[in-house]
C-alpha cells in the first residue's frame, strides 16, 4: 500500500531565517506531488505542484519554492521566512497520467515564524 | 476563478442523527469532486471522490451526490457517532491538477 511521510512534524523557525520540509511517497511509482498551506480561518491553498523530477509548477507567487530531486520526494524550502509562512503545510500525491486521481495527503507540518 | 463554499460552517448534533453537508461550487466544469476528513492538527483523509461523470459515492454510512450542473454536493451522514467528530472538507478538480477547497464543515457529535 501506499503510504506519504512528512517531516518535520513541527517547527518554529525565526523570522528571516531558512525552511526546508520534506515529503517522500512510498509504494508508487511516478506520482503528482503537491504543497498545500492552510492557515488559520481559511482554506488549503495550493502552493506547487510536480509531474515528474525537475518539473515544478507554481500556483501562487510568494518566497517559496519547491524542488523534486527523485520520483517520490517533494521539498518545499524558503531562503528566508515572513511571519506570513506561518501555517499547516500539507503535502499529498495522486496517480501519476490522469487528470481526475484521487489525492492522497500526508500527516502535514506545523510551521510557527516568530 | 473556481469559489467553493461549505454550509454550515460547524453543526452540533446528538448522537444517532442522520445529517446532512453542503457543499457549492461556482465552476461547473469539474473533473472530480472529493470529500476529506480533517481531525485537529492531522493531515487529510479521503472520505469520497466523485468522477464528473457520476451522481453519487457510498461508503459504509457515508454517501455522497453530486449534481455538476446546479454546480451542488452534499455528504450524507447516517447514524452520526462521537468518533464523526471532526472537520469534513469538500473539494473540486476543475483545472489541470487544480483542487480548490471549501473551508470546512466543523462537526461535533455528543454522546
Known amino acids: 500500500s501506499q503510504t506519504i511521510h512528512q517531516w518535520p512534524a513541527t517547527l518554529v523557525q525565526p523570522v528571516g531565517s531558512p525552511l526546508s520540509l520534506e515529503c517522500t511517497v512510498e509504494?508508487?511509482?511516478?506520482?503528482?506531488l503537491y504543497w498545500y498551506r492552510q492557515a488559520a480561518g481559511r482554506g488549503l491553498q495550493l502552493l506547487f505542484y510536480?509531474?515528474?523530477?525537475?518539473?515544478i509548477s507554481s500556483e501562487v507567487p510568494q518566497n517559496l519554492s519547491a524542488s523534486r530531486p527523485q520520483d517520490r520526494q517533494f521539498i518545499l524550502s524558503s531562503k528566508k521566512l515572513l511571519l506570513s509562512d506561518s501555517g499547516f503545510y500539507l503535502c499529498?500525491?495522486?496517480?501519476?497520467?490522469?487528470?481526475?486521481?484521487?489525492?492522497?495527503f500526508g500527516p502535514g507540518t506545523r510551521l510557527t515564524v516568530l | 476563478k473556481q469559489e467553493v463554499t461549505q454550509i454550515p460552517a460547524a453543526l452540533s448534533v446528538p448522537e444517532g442523527e442522520n445529517l446532512v453537508l453542503n457543499c457549492s461550487f461556482t465552476?461547473?466544469?469539474?473533473?472530480?469532486l472529493q470529500w476529506f476528513r480533517q481531525d485537529p492538527g492531522k493531515g487529510l483523509t479521503s472520505l469520497l471522490l466523485?468522477?464528473?461523470?457520476?451522481r453519487e459515492q457510498t461508503s459504509g454510512r457515508l454517501n455522497a451526490s453530486l449534481d455538476k450542473s446546479s454546480g451542488r454536493s452534499t455528504l450524507y451522514i447516517a447514524a452520526s457517532q462521537p468518533g464523526d467528530s471532526a472537520t469534513y472538507l469538500c473539494?473540486?478538480?476543475?483545472?489541470?491538477?487544480?483542487?480548490?477547497f471549501g473551508k470546512g464543515t466543523m462537526l461535533l457529535v455528543s454522546p
Open positions: 499529498a500525491w495522486s496517480g501519476g497520467g490522469g487528470v481526475s486521481n484521487e489525492q492522497f
Open positions: 509504494g508508487t511509482s511516478n506520482p503528482n
Open positions: 510536480s509531474v515528474g523530477i525537475g518539473q
Open positions: 465552476d461547473s466544469a469539474i473533473y472530480n
Open positions: 466523485i468522477q464528473s461523470s457520476q
Open positions: 473539494a473540486v478538480l476543475s483545472g489541470y491538477s487544480t483542487l480548490t
